[in-house]
């Protein structure tokens, strides 16, 4: 019996189920690699970008009524993305297979008409609610007086029929627009090359709050040395408020 069990032990099979001493254990073959994801036809493409151009179409319209952009910028940039739409599909109506419609998009021209749409600050002038005097212009702010100080003035008297409550803007000649602030002692009116937008108008009124903050001691006396203010506002001229 013990003769058997030995013999067995022995035997090639029983050698073959253990791998030999030191000898690296087996290693599964890789599968084979799979194929590279077939090319998009021309079609395909044409359609893709399509969509993408509606999804920037889609976004502009978020961005308008959020208030980020203008109504320059609105209508400039749709403008530009429906033309190249049309542009595409005839193409694509003419010769699906070619893709000469790639030669005819303009990608990247959307930012230069935003840039170019995009409302600037040109100048400011700071007057003093109490007195109406002028405190300090900041910048090219180029407009008669004879055309502001009425403006001013009937701001200052809250006129609803003109300037309503809060912050206000108002075209000027040329295309420019003329925005008032109102702050507890000064009036902000800051000259922008077109119309700005509400977020700009946003910051517009955060940059007056933040000038009479820091001059708060120095407005609040009864006679004010401009020469002592501190003024943030020229960071911002021919910028994007």
Known sequence: ????????????????????RGA????????????????????????AYLAKVQEKINKLA???AAGIINRGQFQELYDHYRREQQTVKRWIE??????????????????VIRQQHTA????????????????STIG???VEPDLFVPMLSSYRTA??????????????EGGRRLSFVPGEFTTLMALFSSDPAPKQMDSLEELHLLFERANRTL????????DELVFPHSYFLGRMQ
Do not use: C, H
Not at 1 to 20: G, I, T, V
């Open 1 to 20: 019996m013990l003769k058997r069990f030995f013999d067995k032990l022995r035997s090639p099979s029983s050698q073959q189920d253990a791998p030999p």
């Open 24 to 47: 690296a254990p087996s290693v599964p073959k890789p599968s084979a690699t799979p194929p590279p994801p077939s090319k998009p036809t021309t079609l395909e493409e044409s359609q």
């Open 62 to 64: 978020e961005e308008f």
């Open 94 to 111: 003419m010769d699906p297979k070619s893709e000469a419609w790639k030669e005819l998009t303009t990608e990247g021209k959307s930012v």
């Open 120 to 135: 600037k600050v040109m100048g400011y002038a700071i007057y003093e609610n109490t007195s109406g005097m002028p405190l």
């Open 140 to 142: 090219e702010f180029e």
């Open 159 to 172: 006129t609803q029929e003109i300037f309503g409550a809060g912050m206000s803007s108002t075209e000027i």
């Open 219 to 226: 407005l609040s006396r009864e006679r004010v040395n401009p």
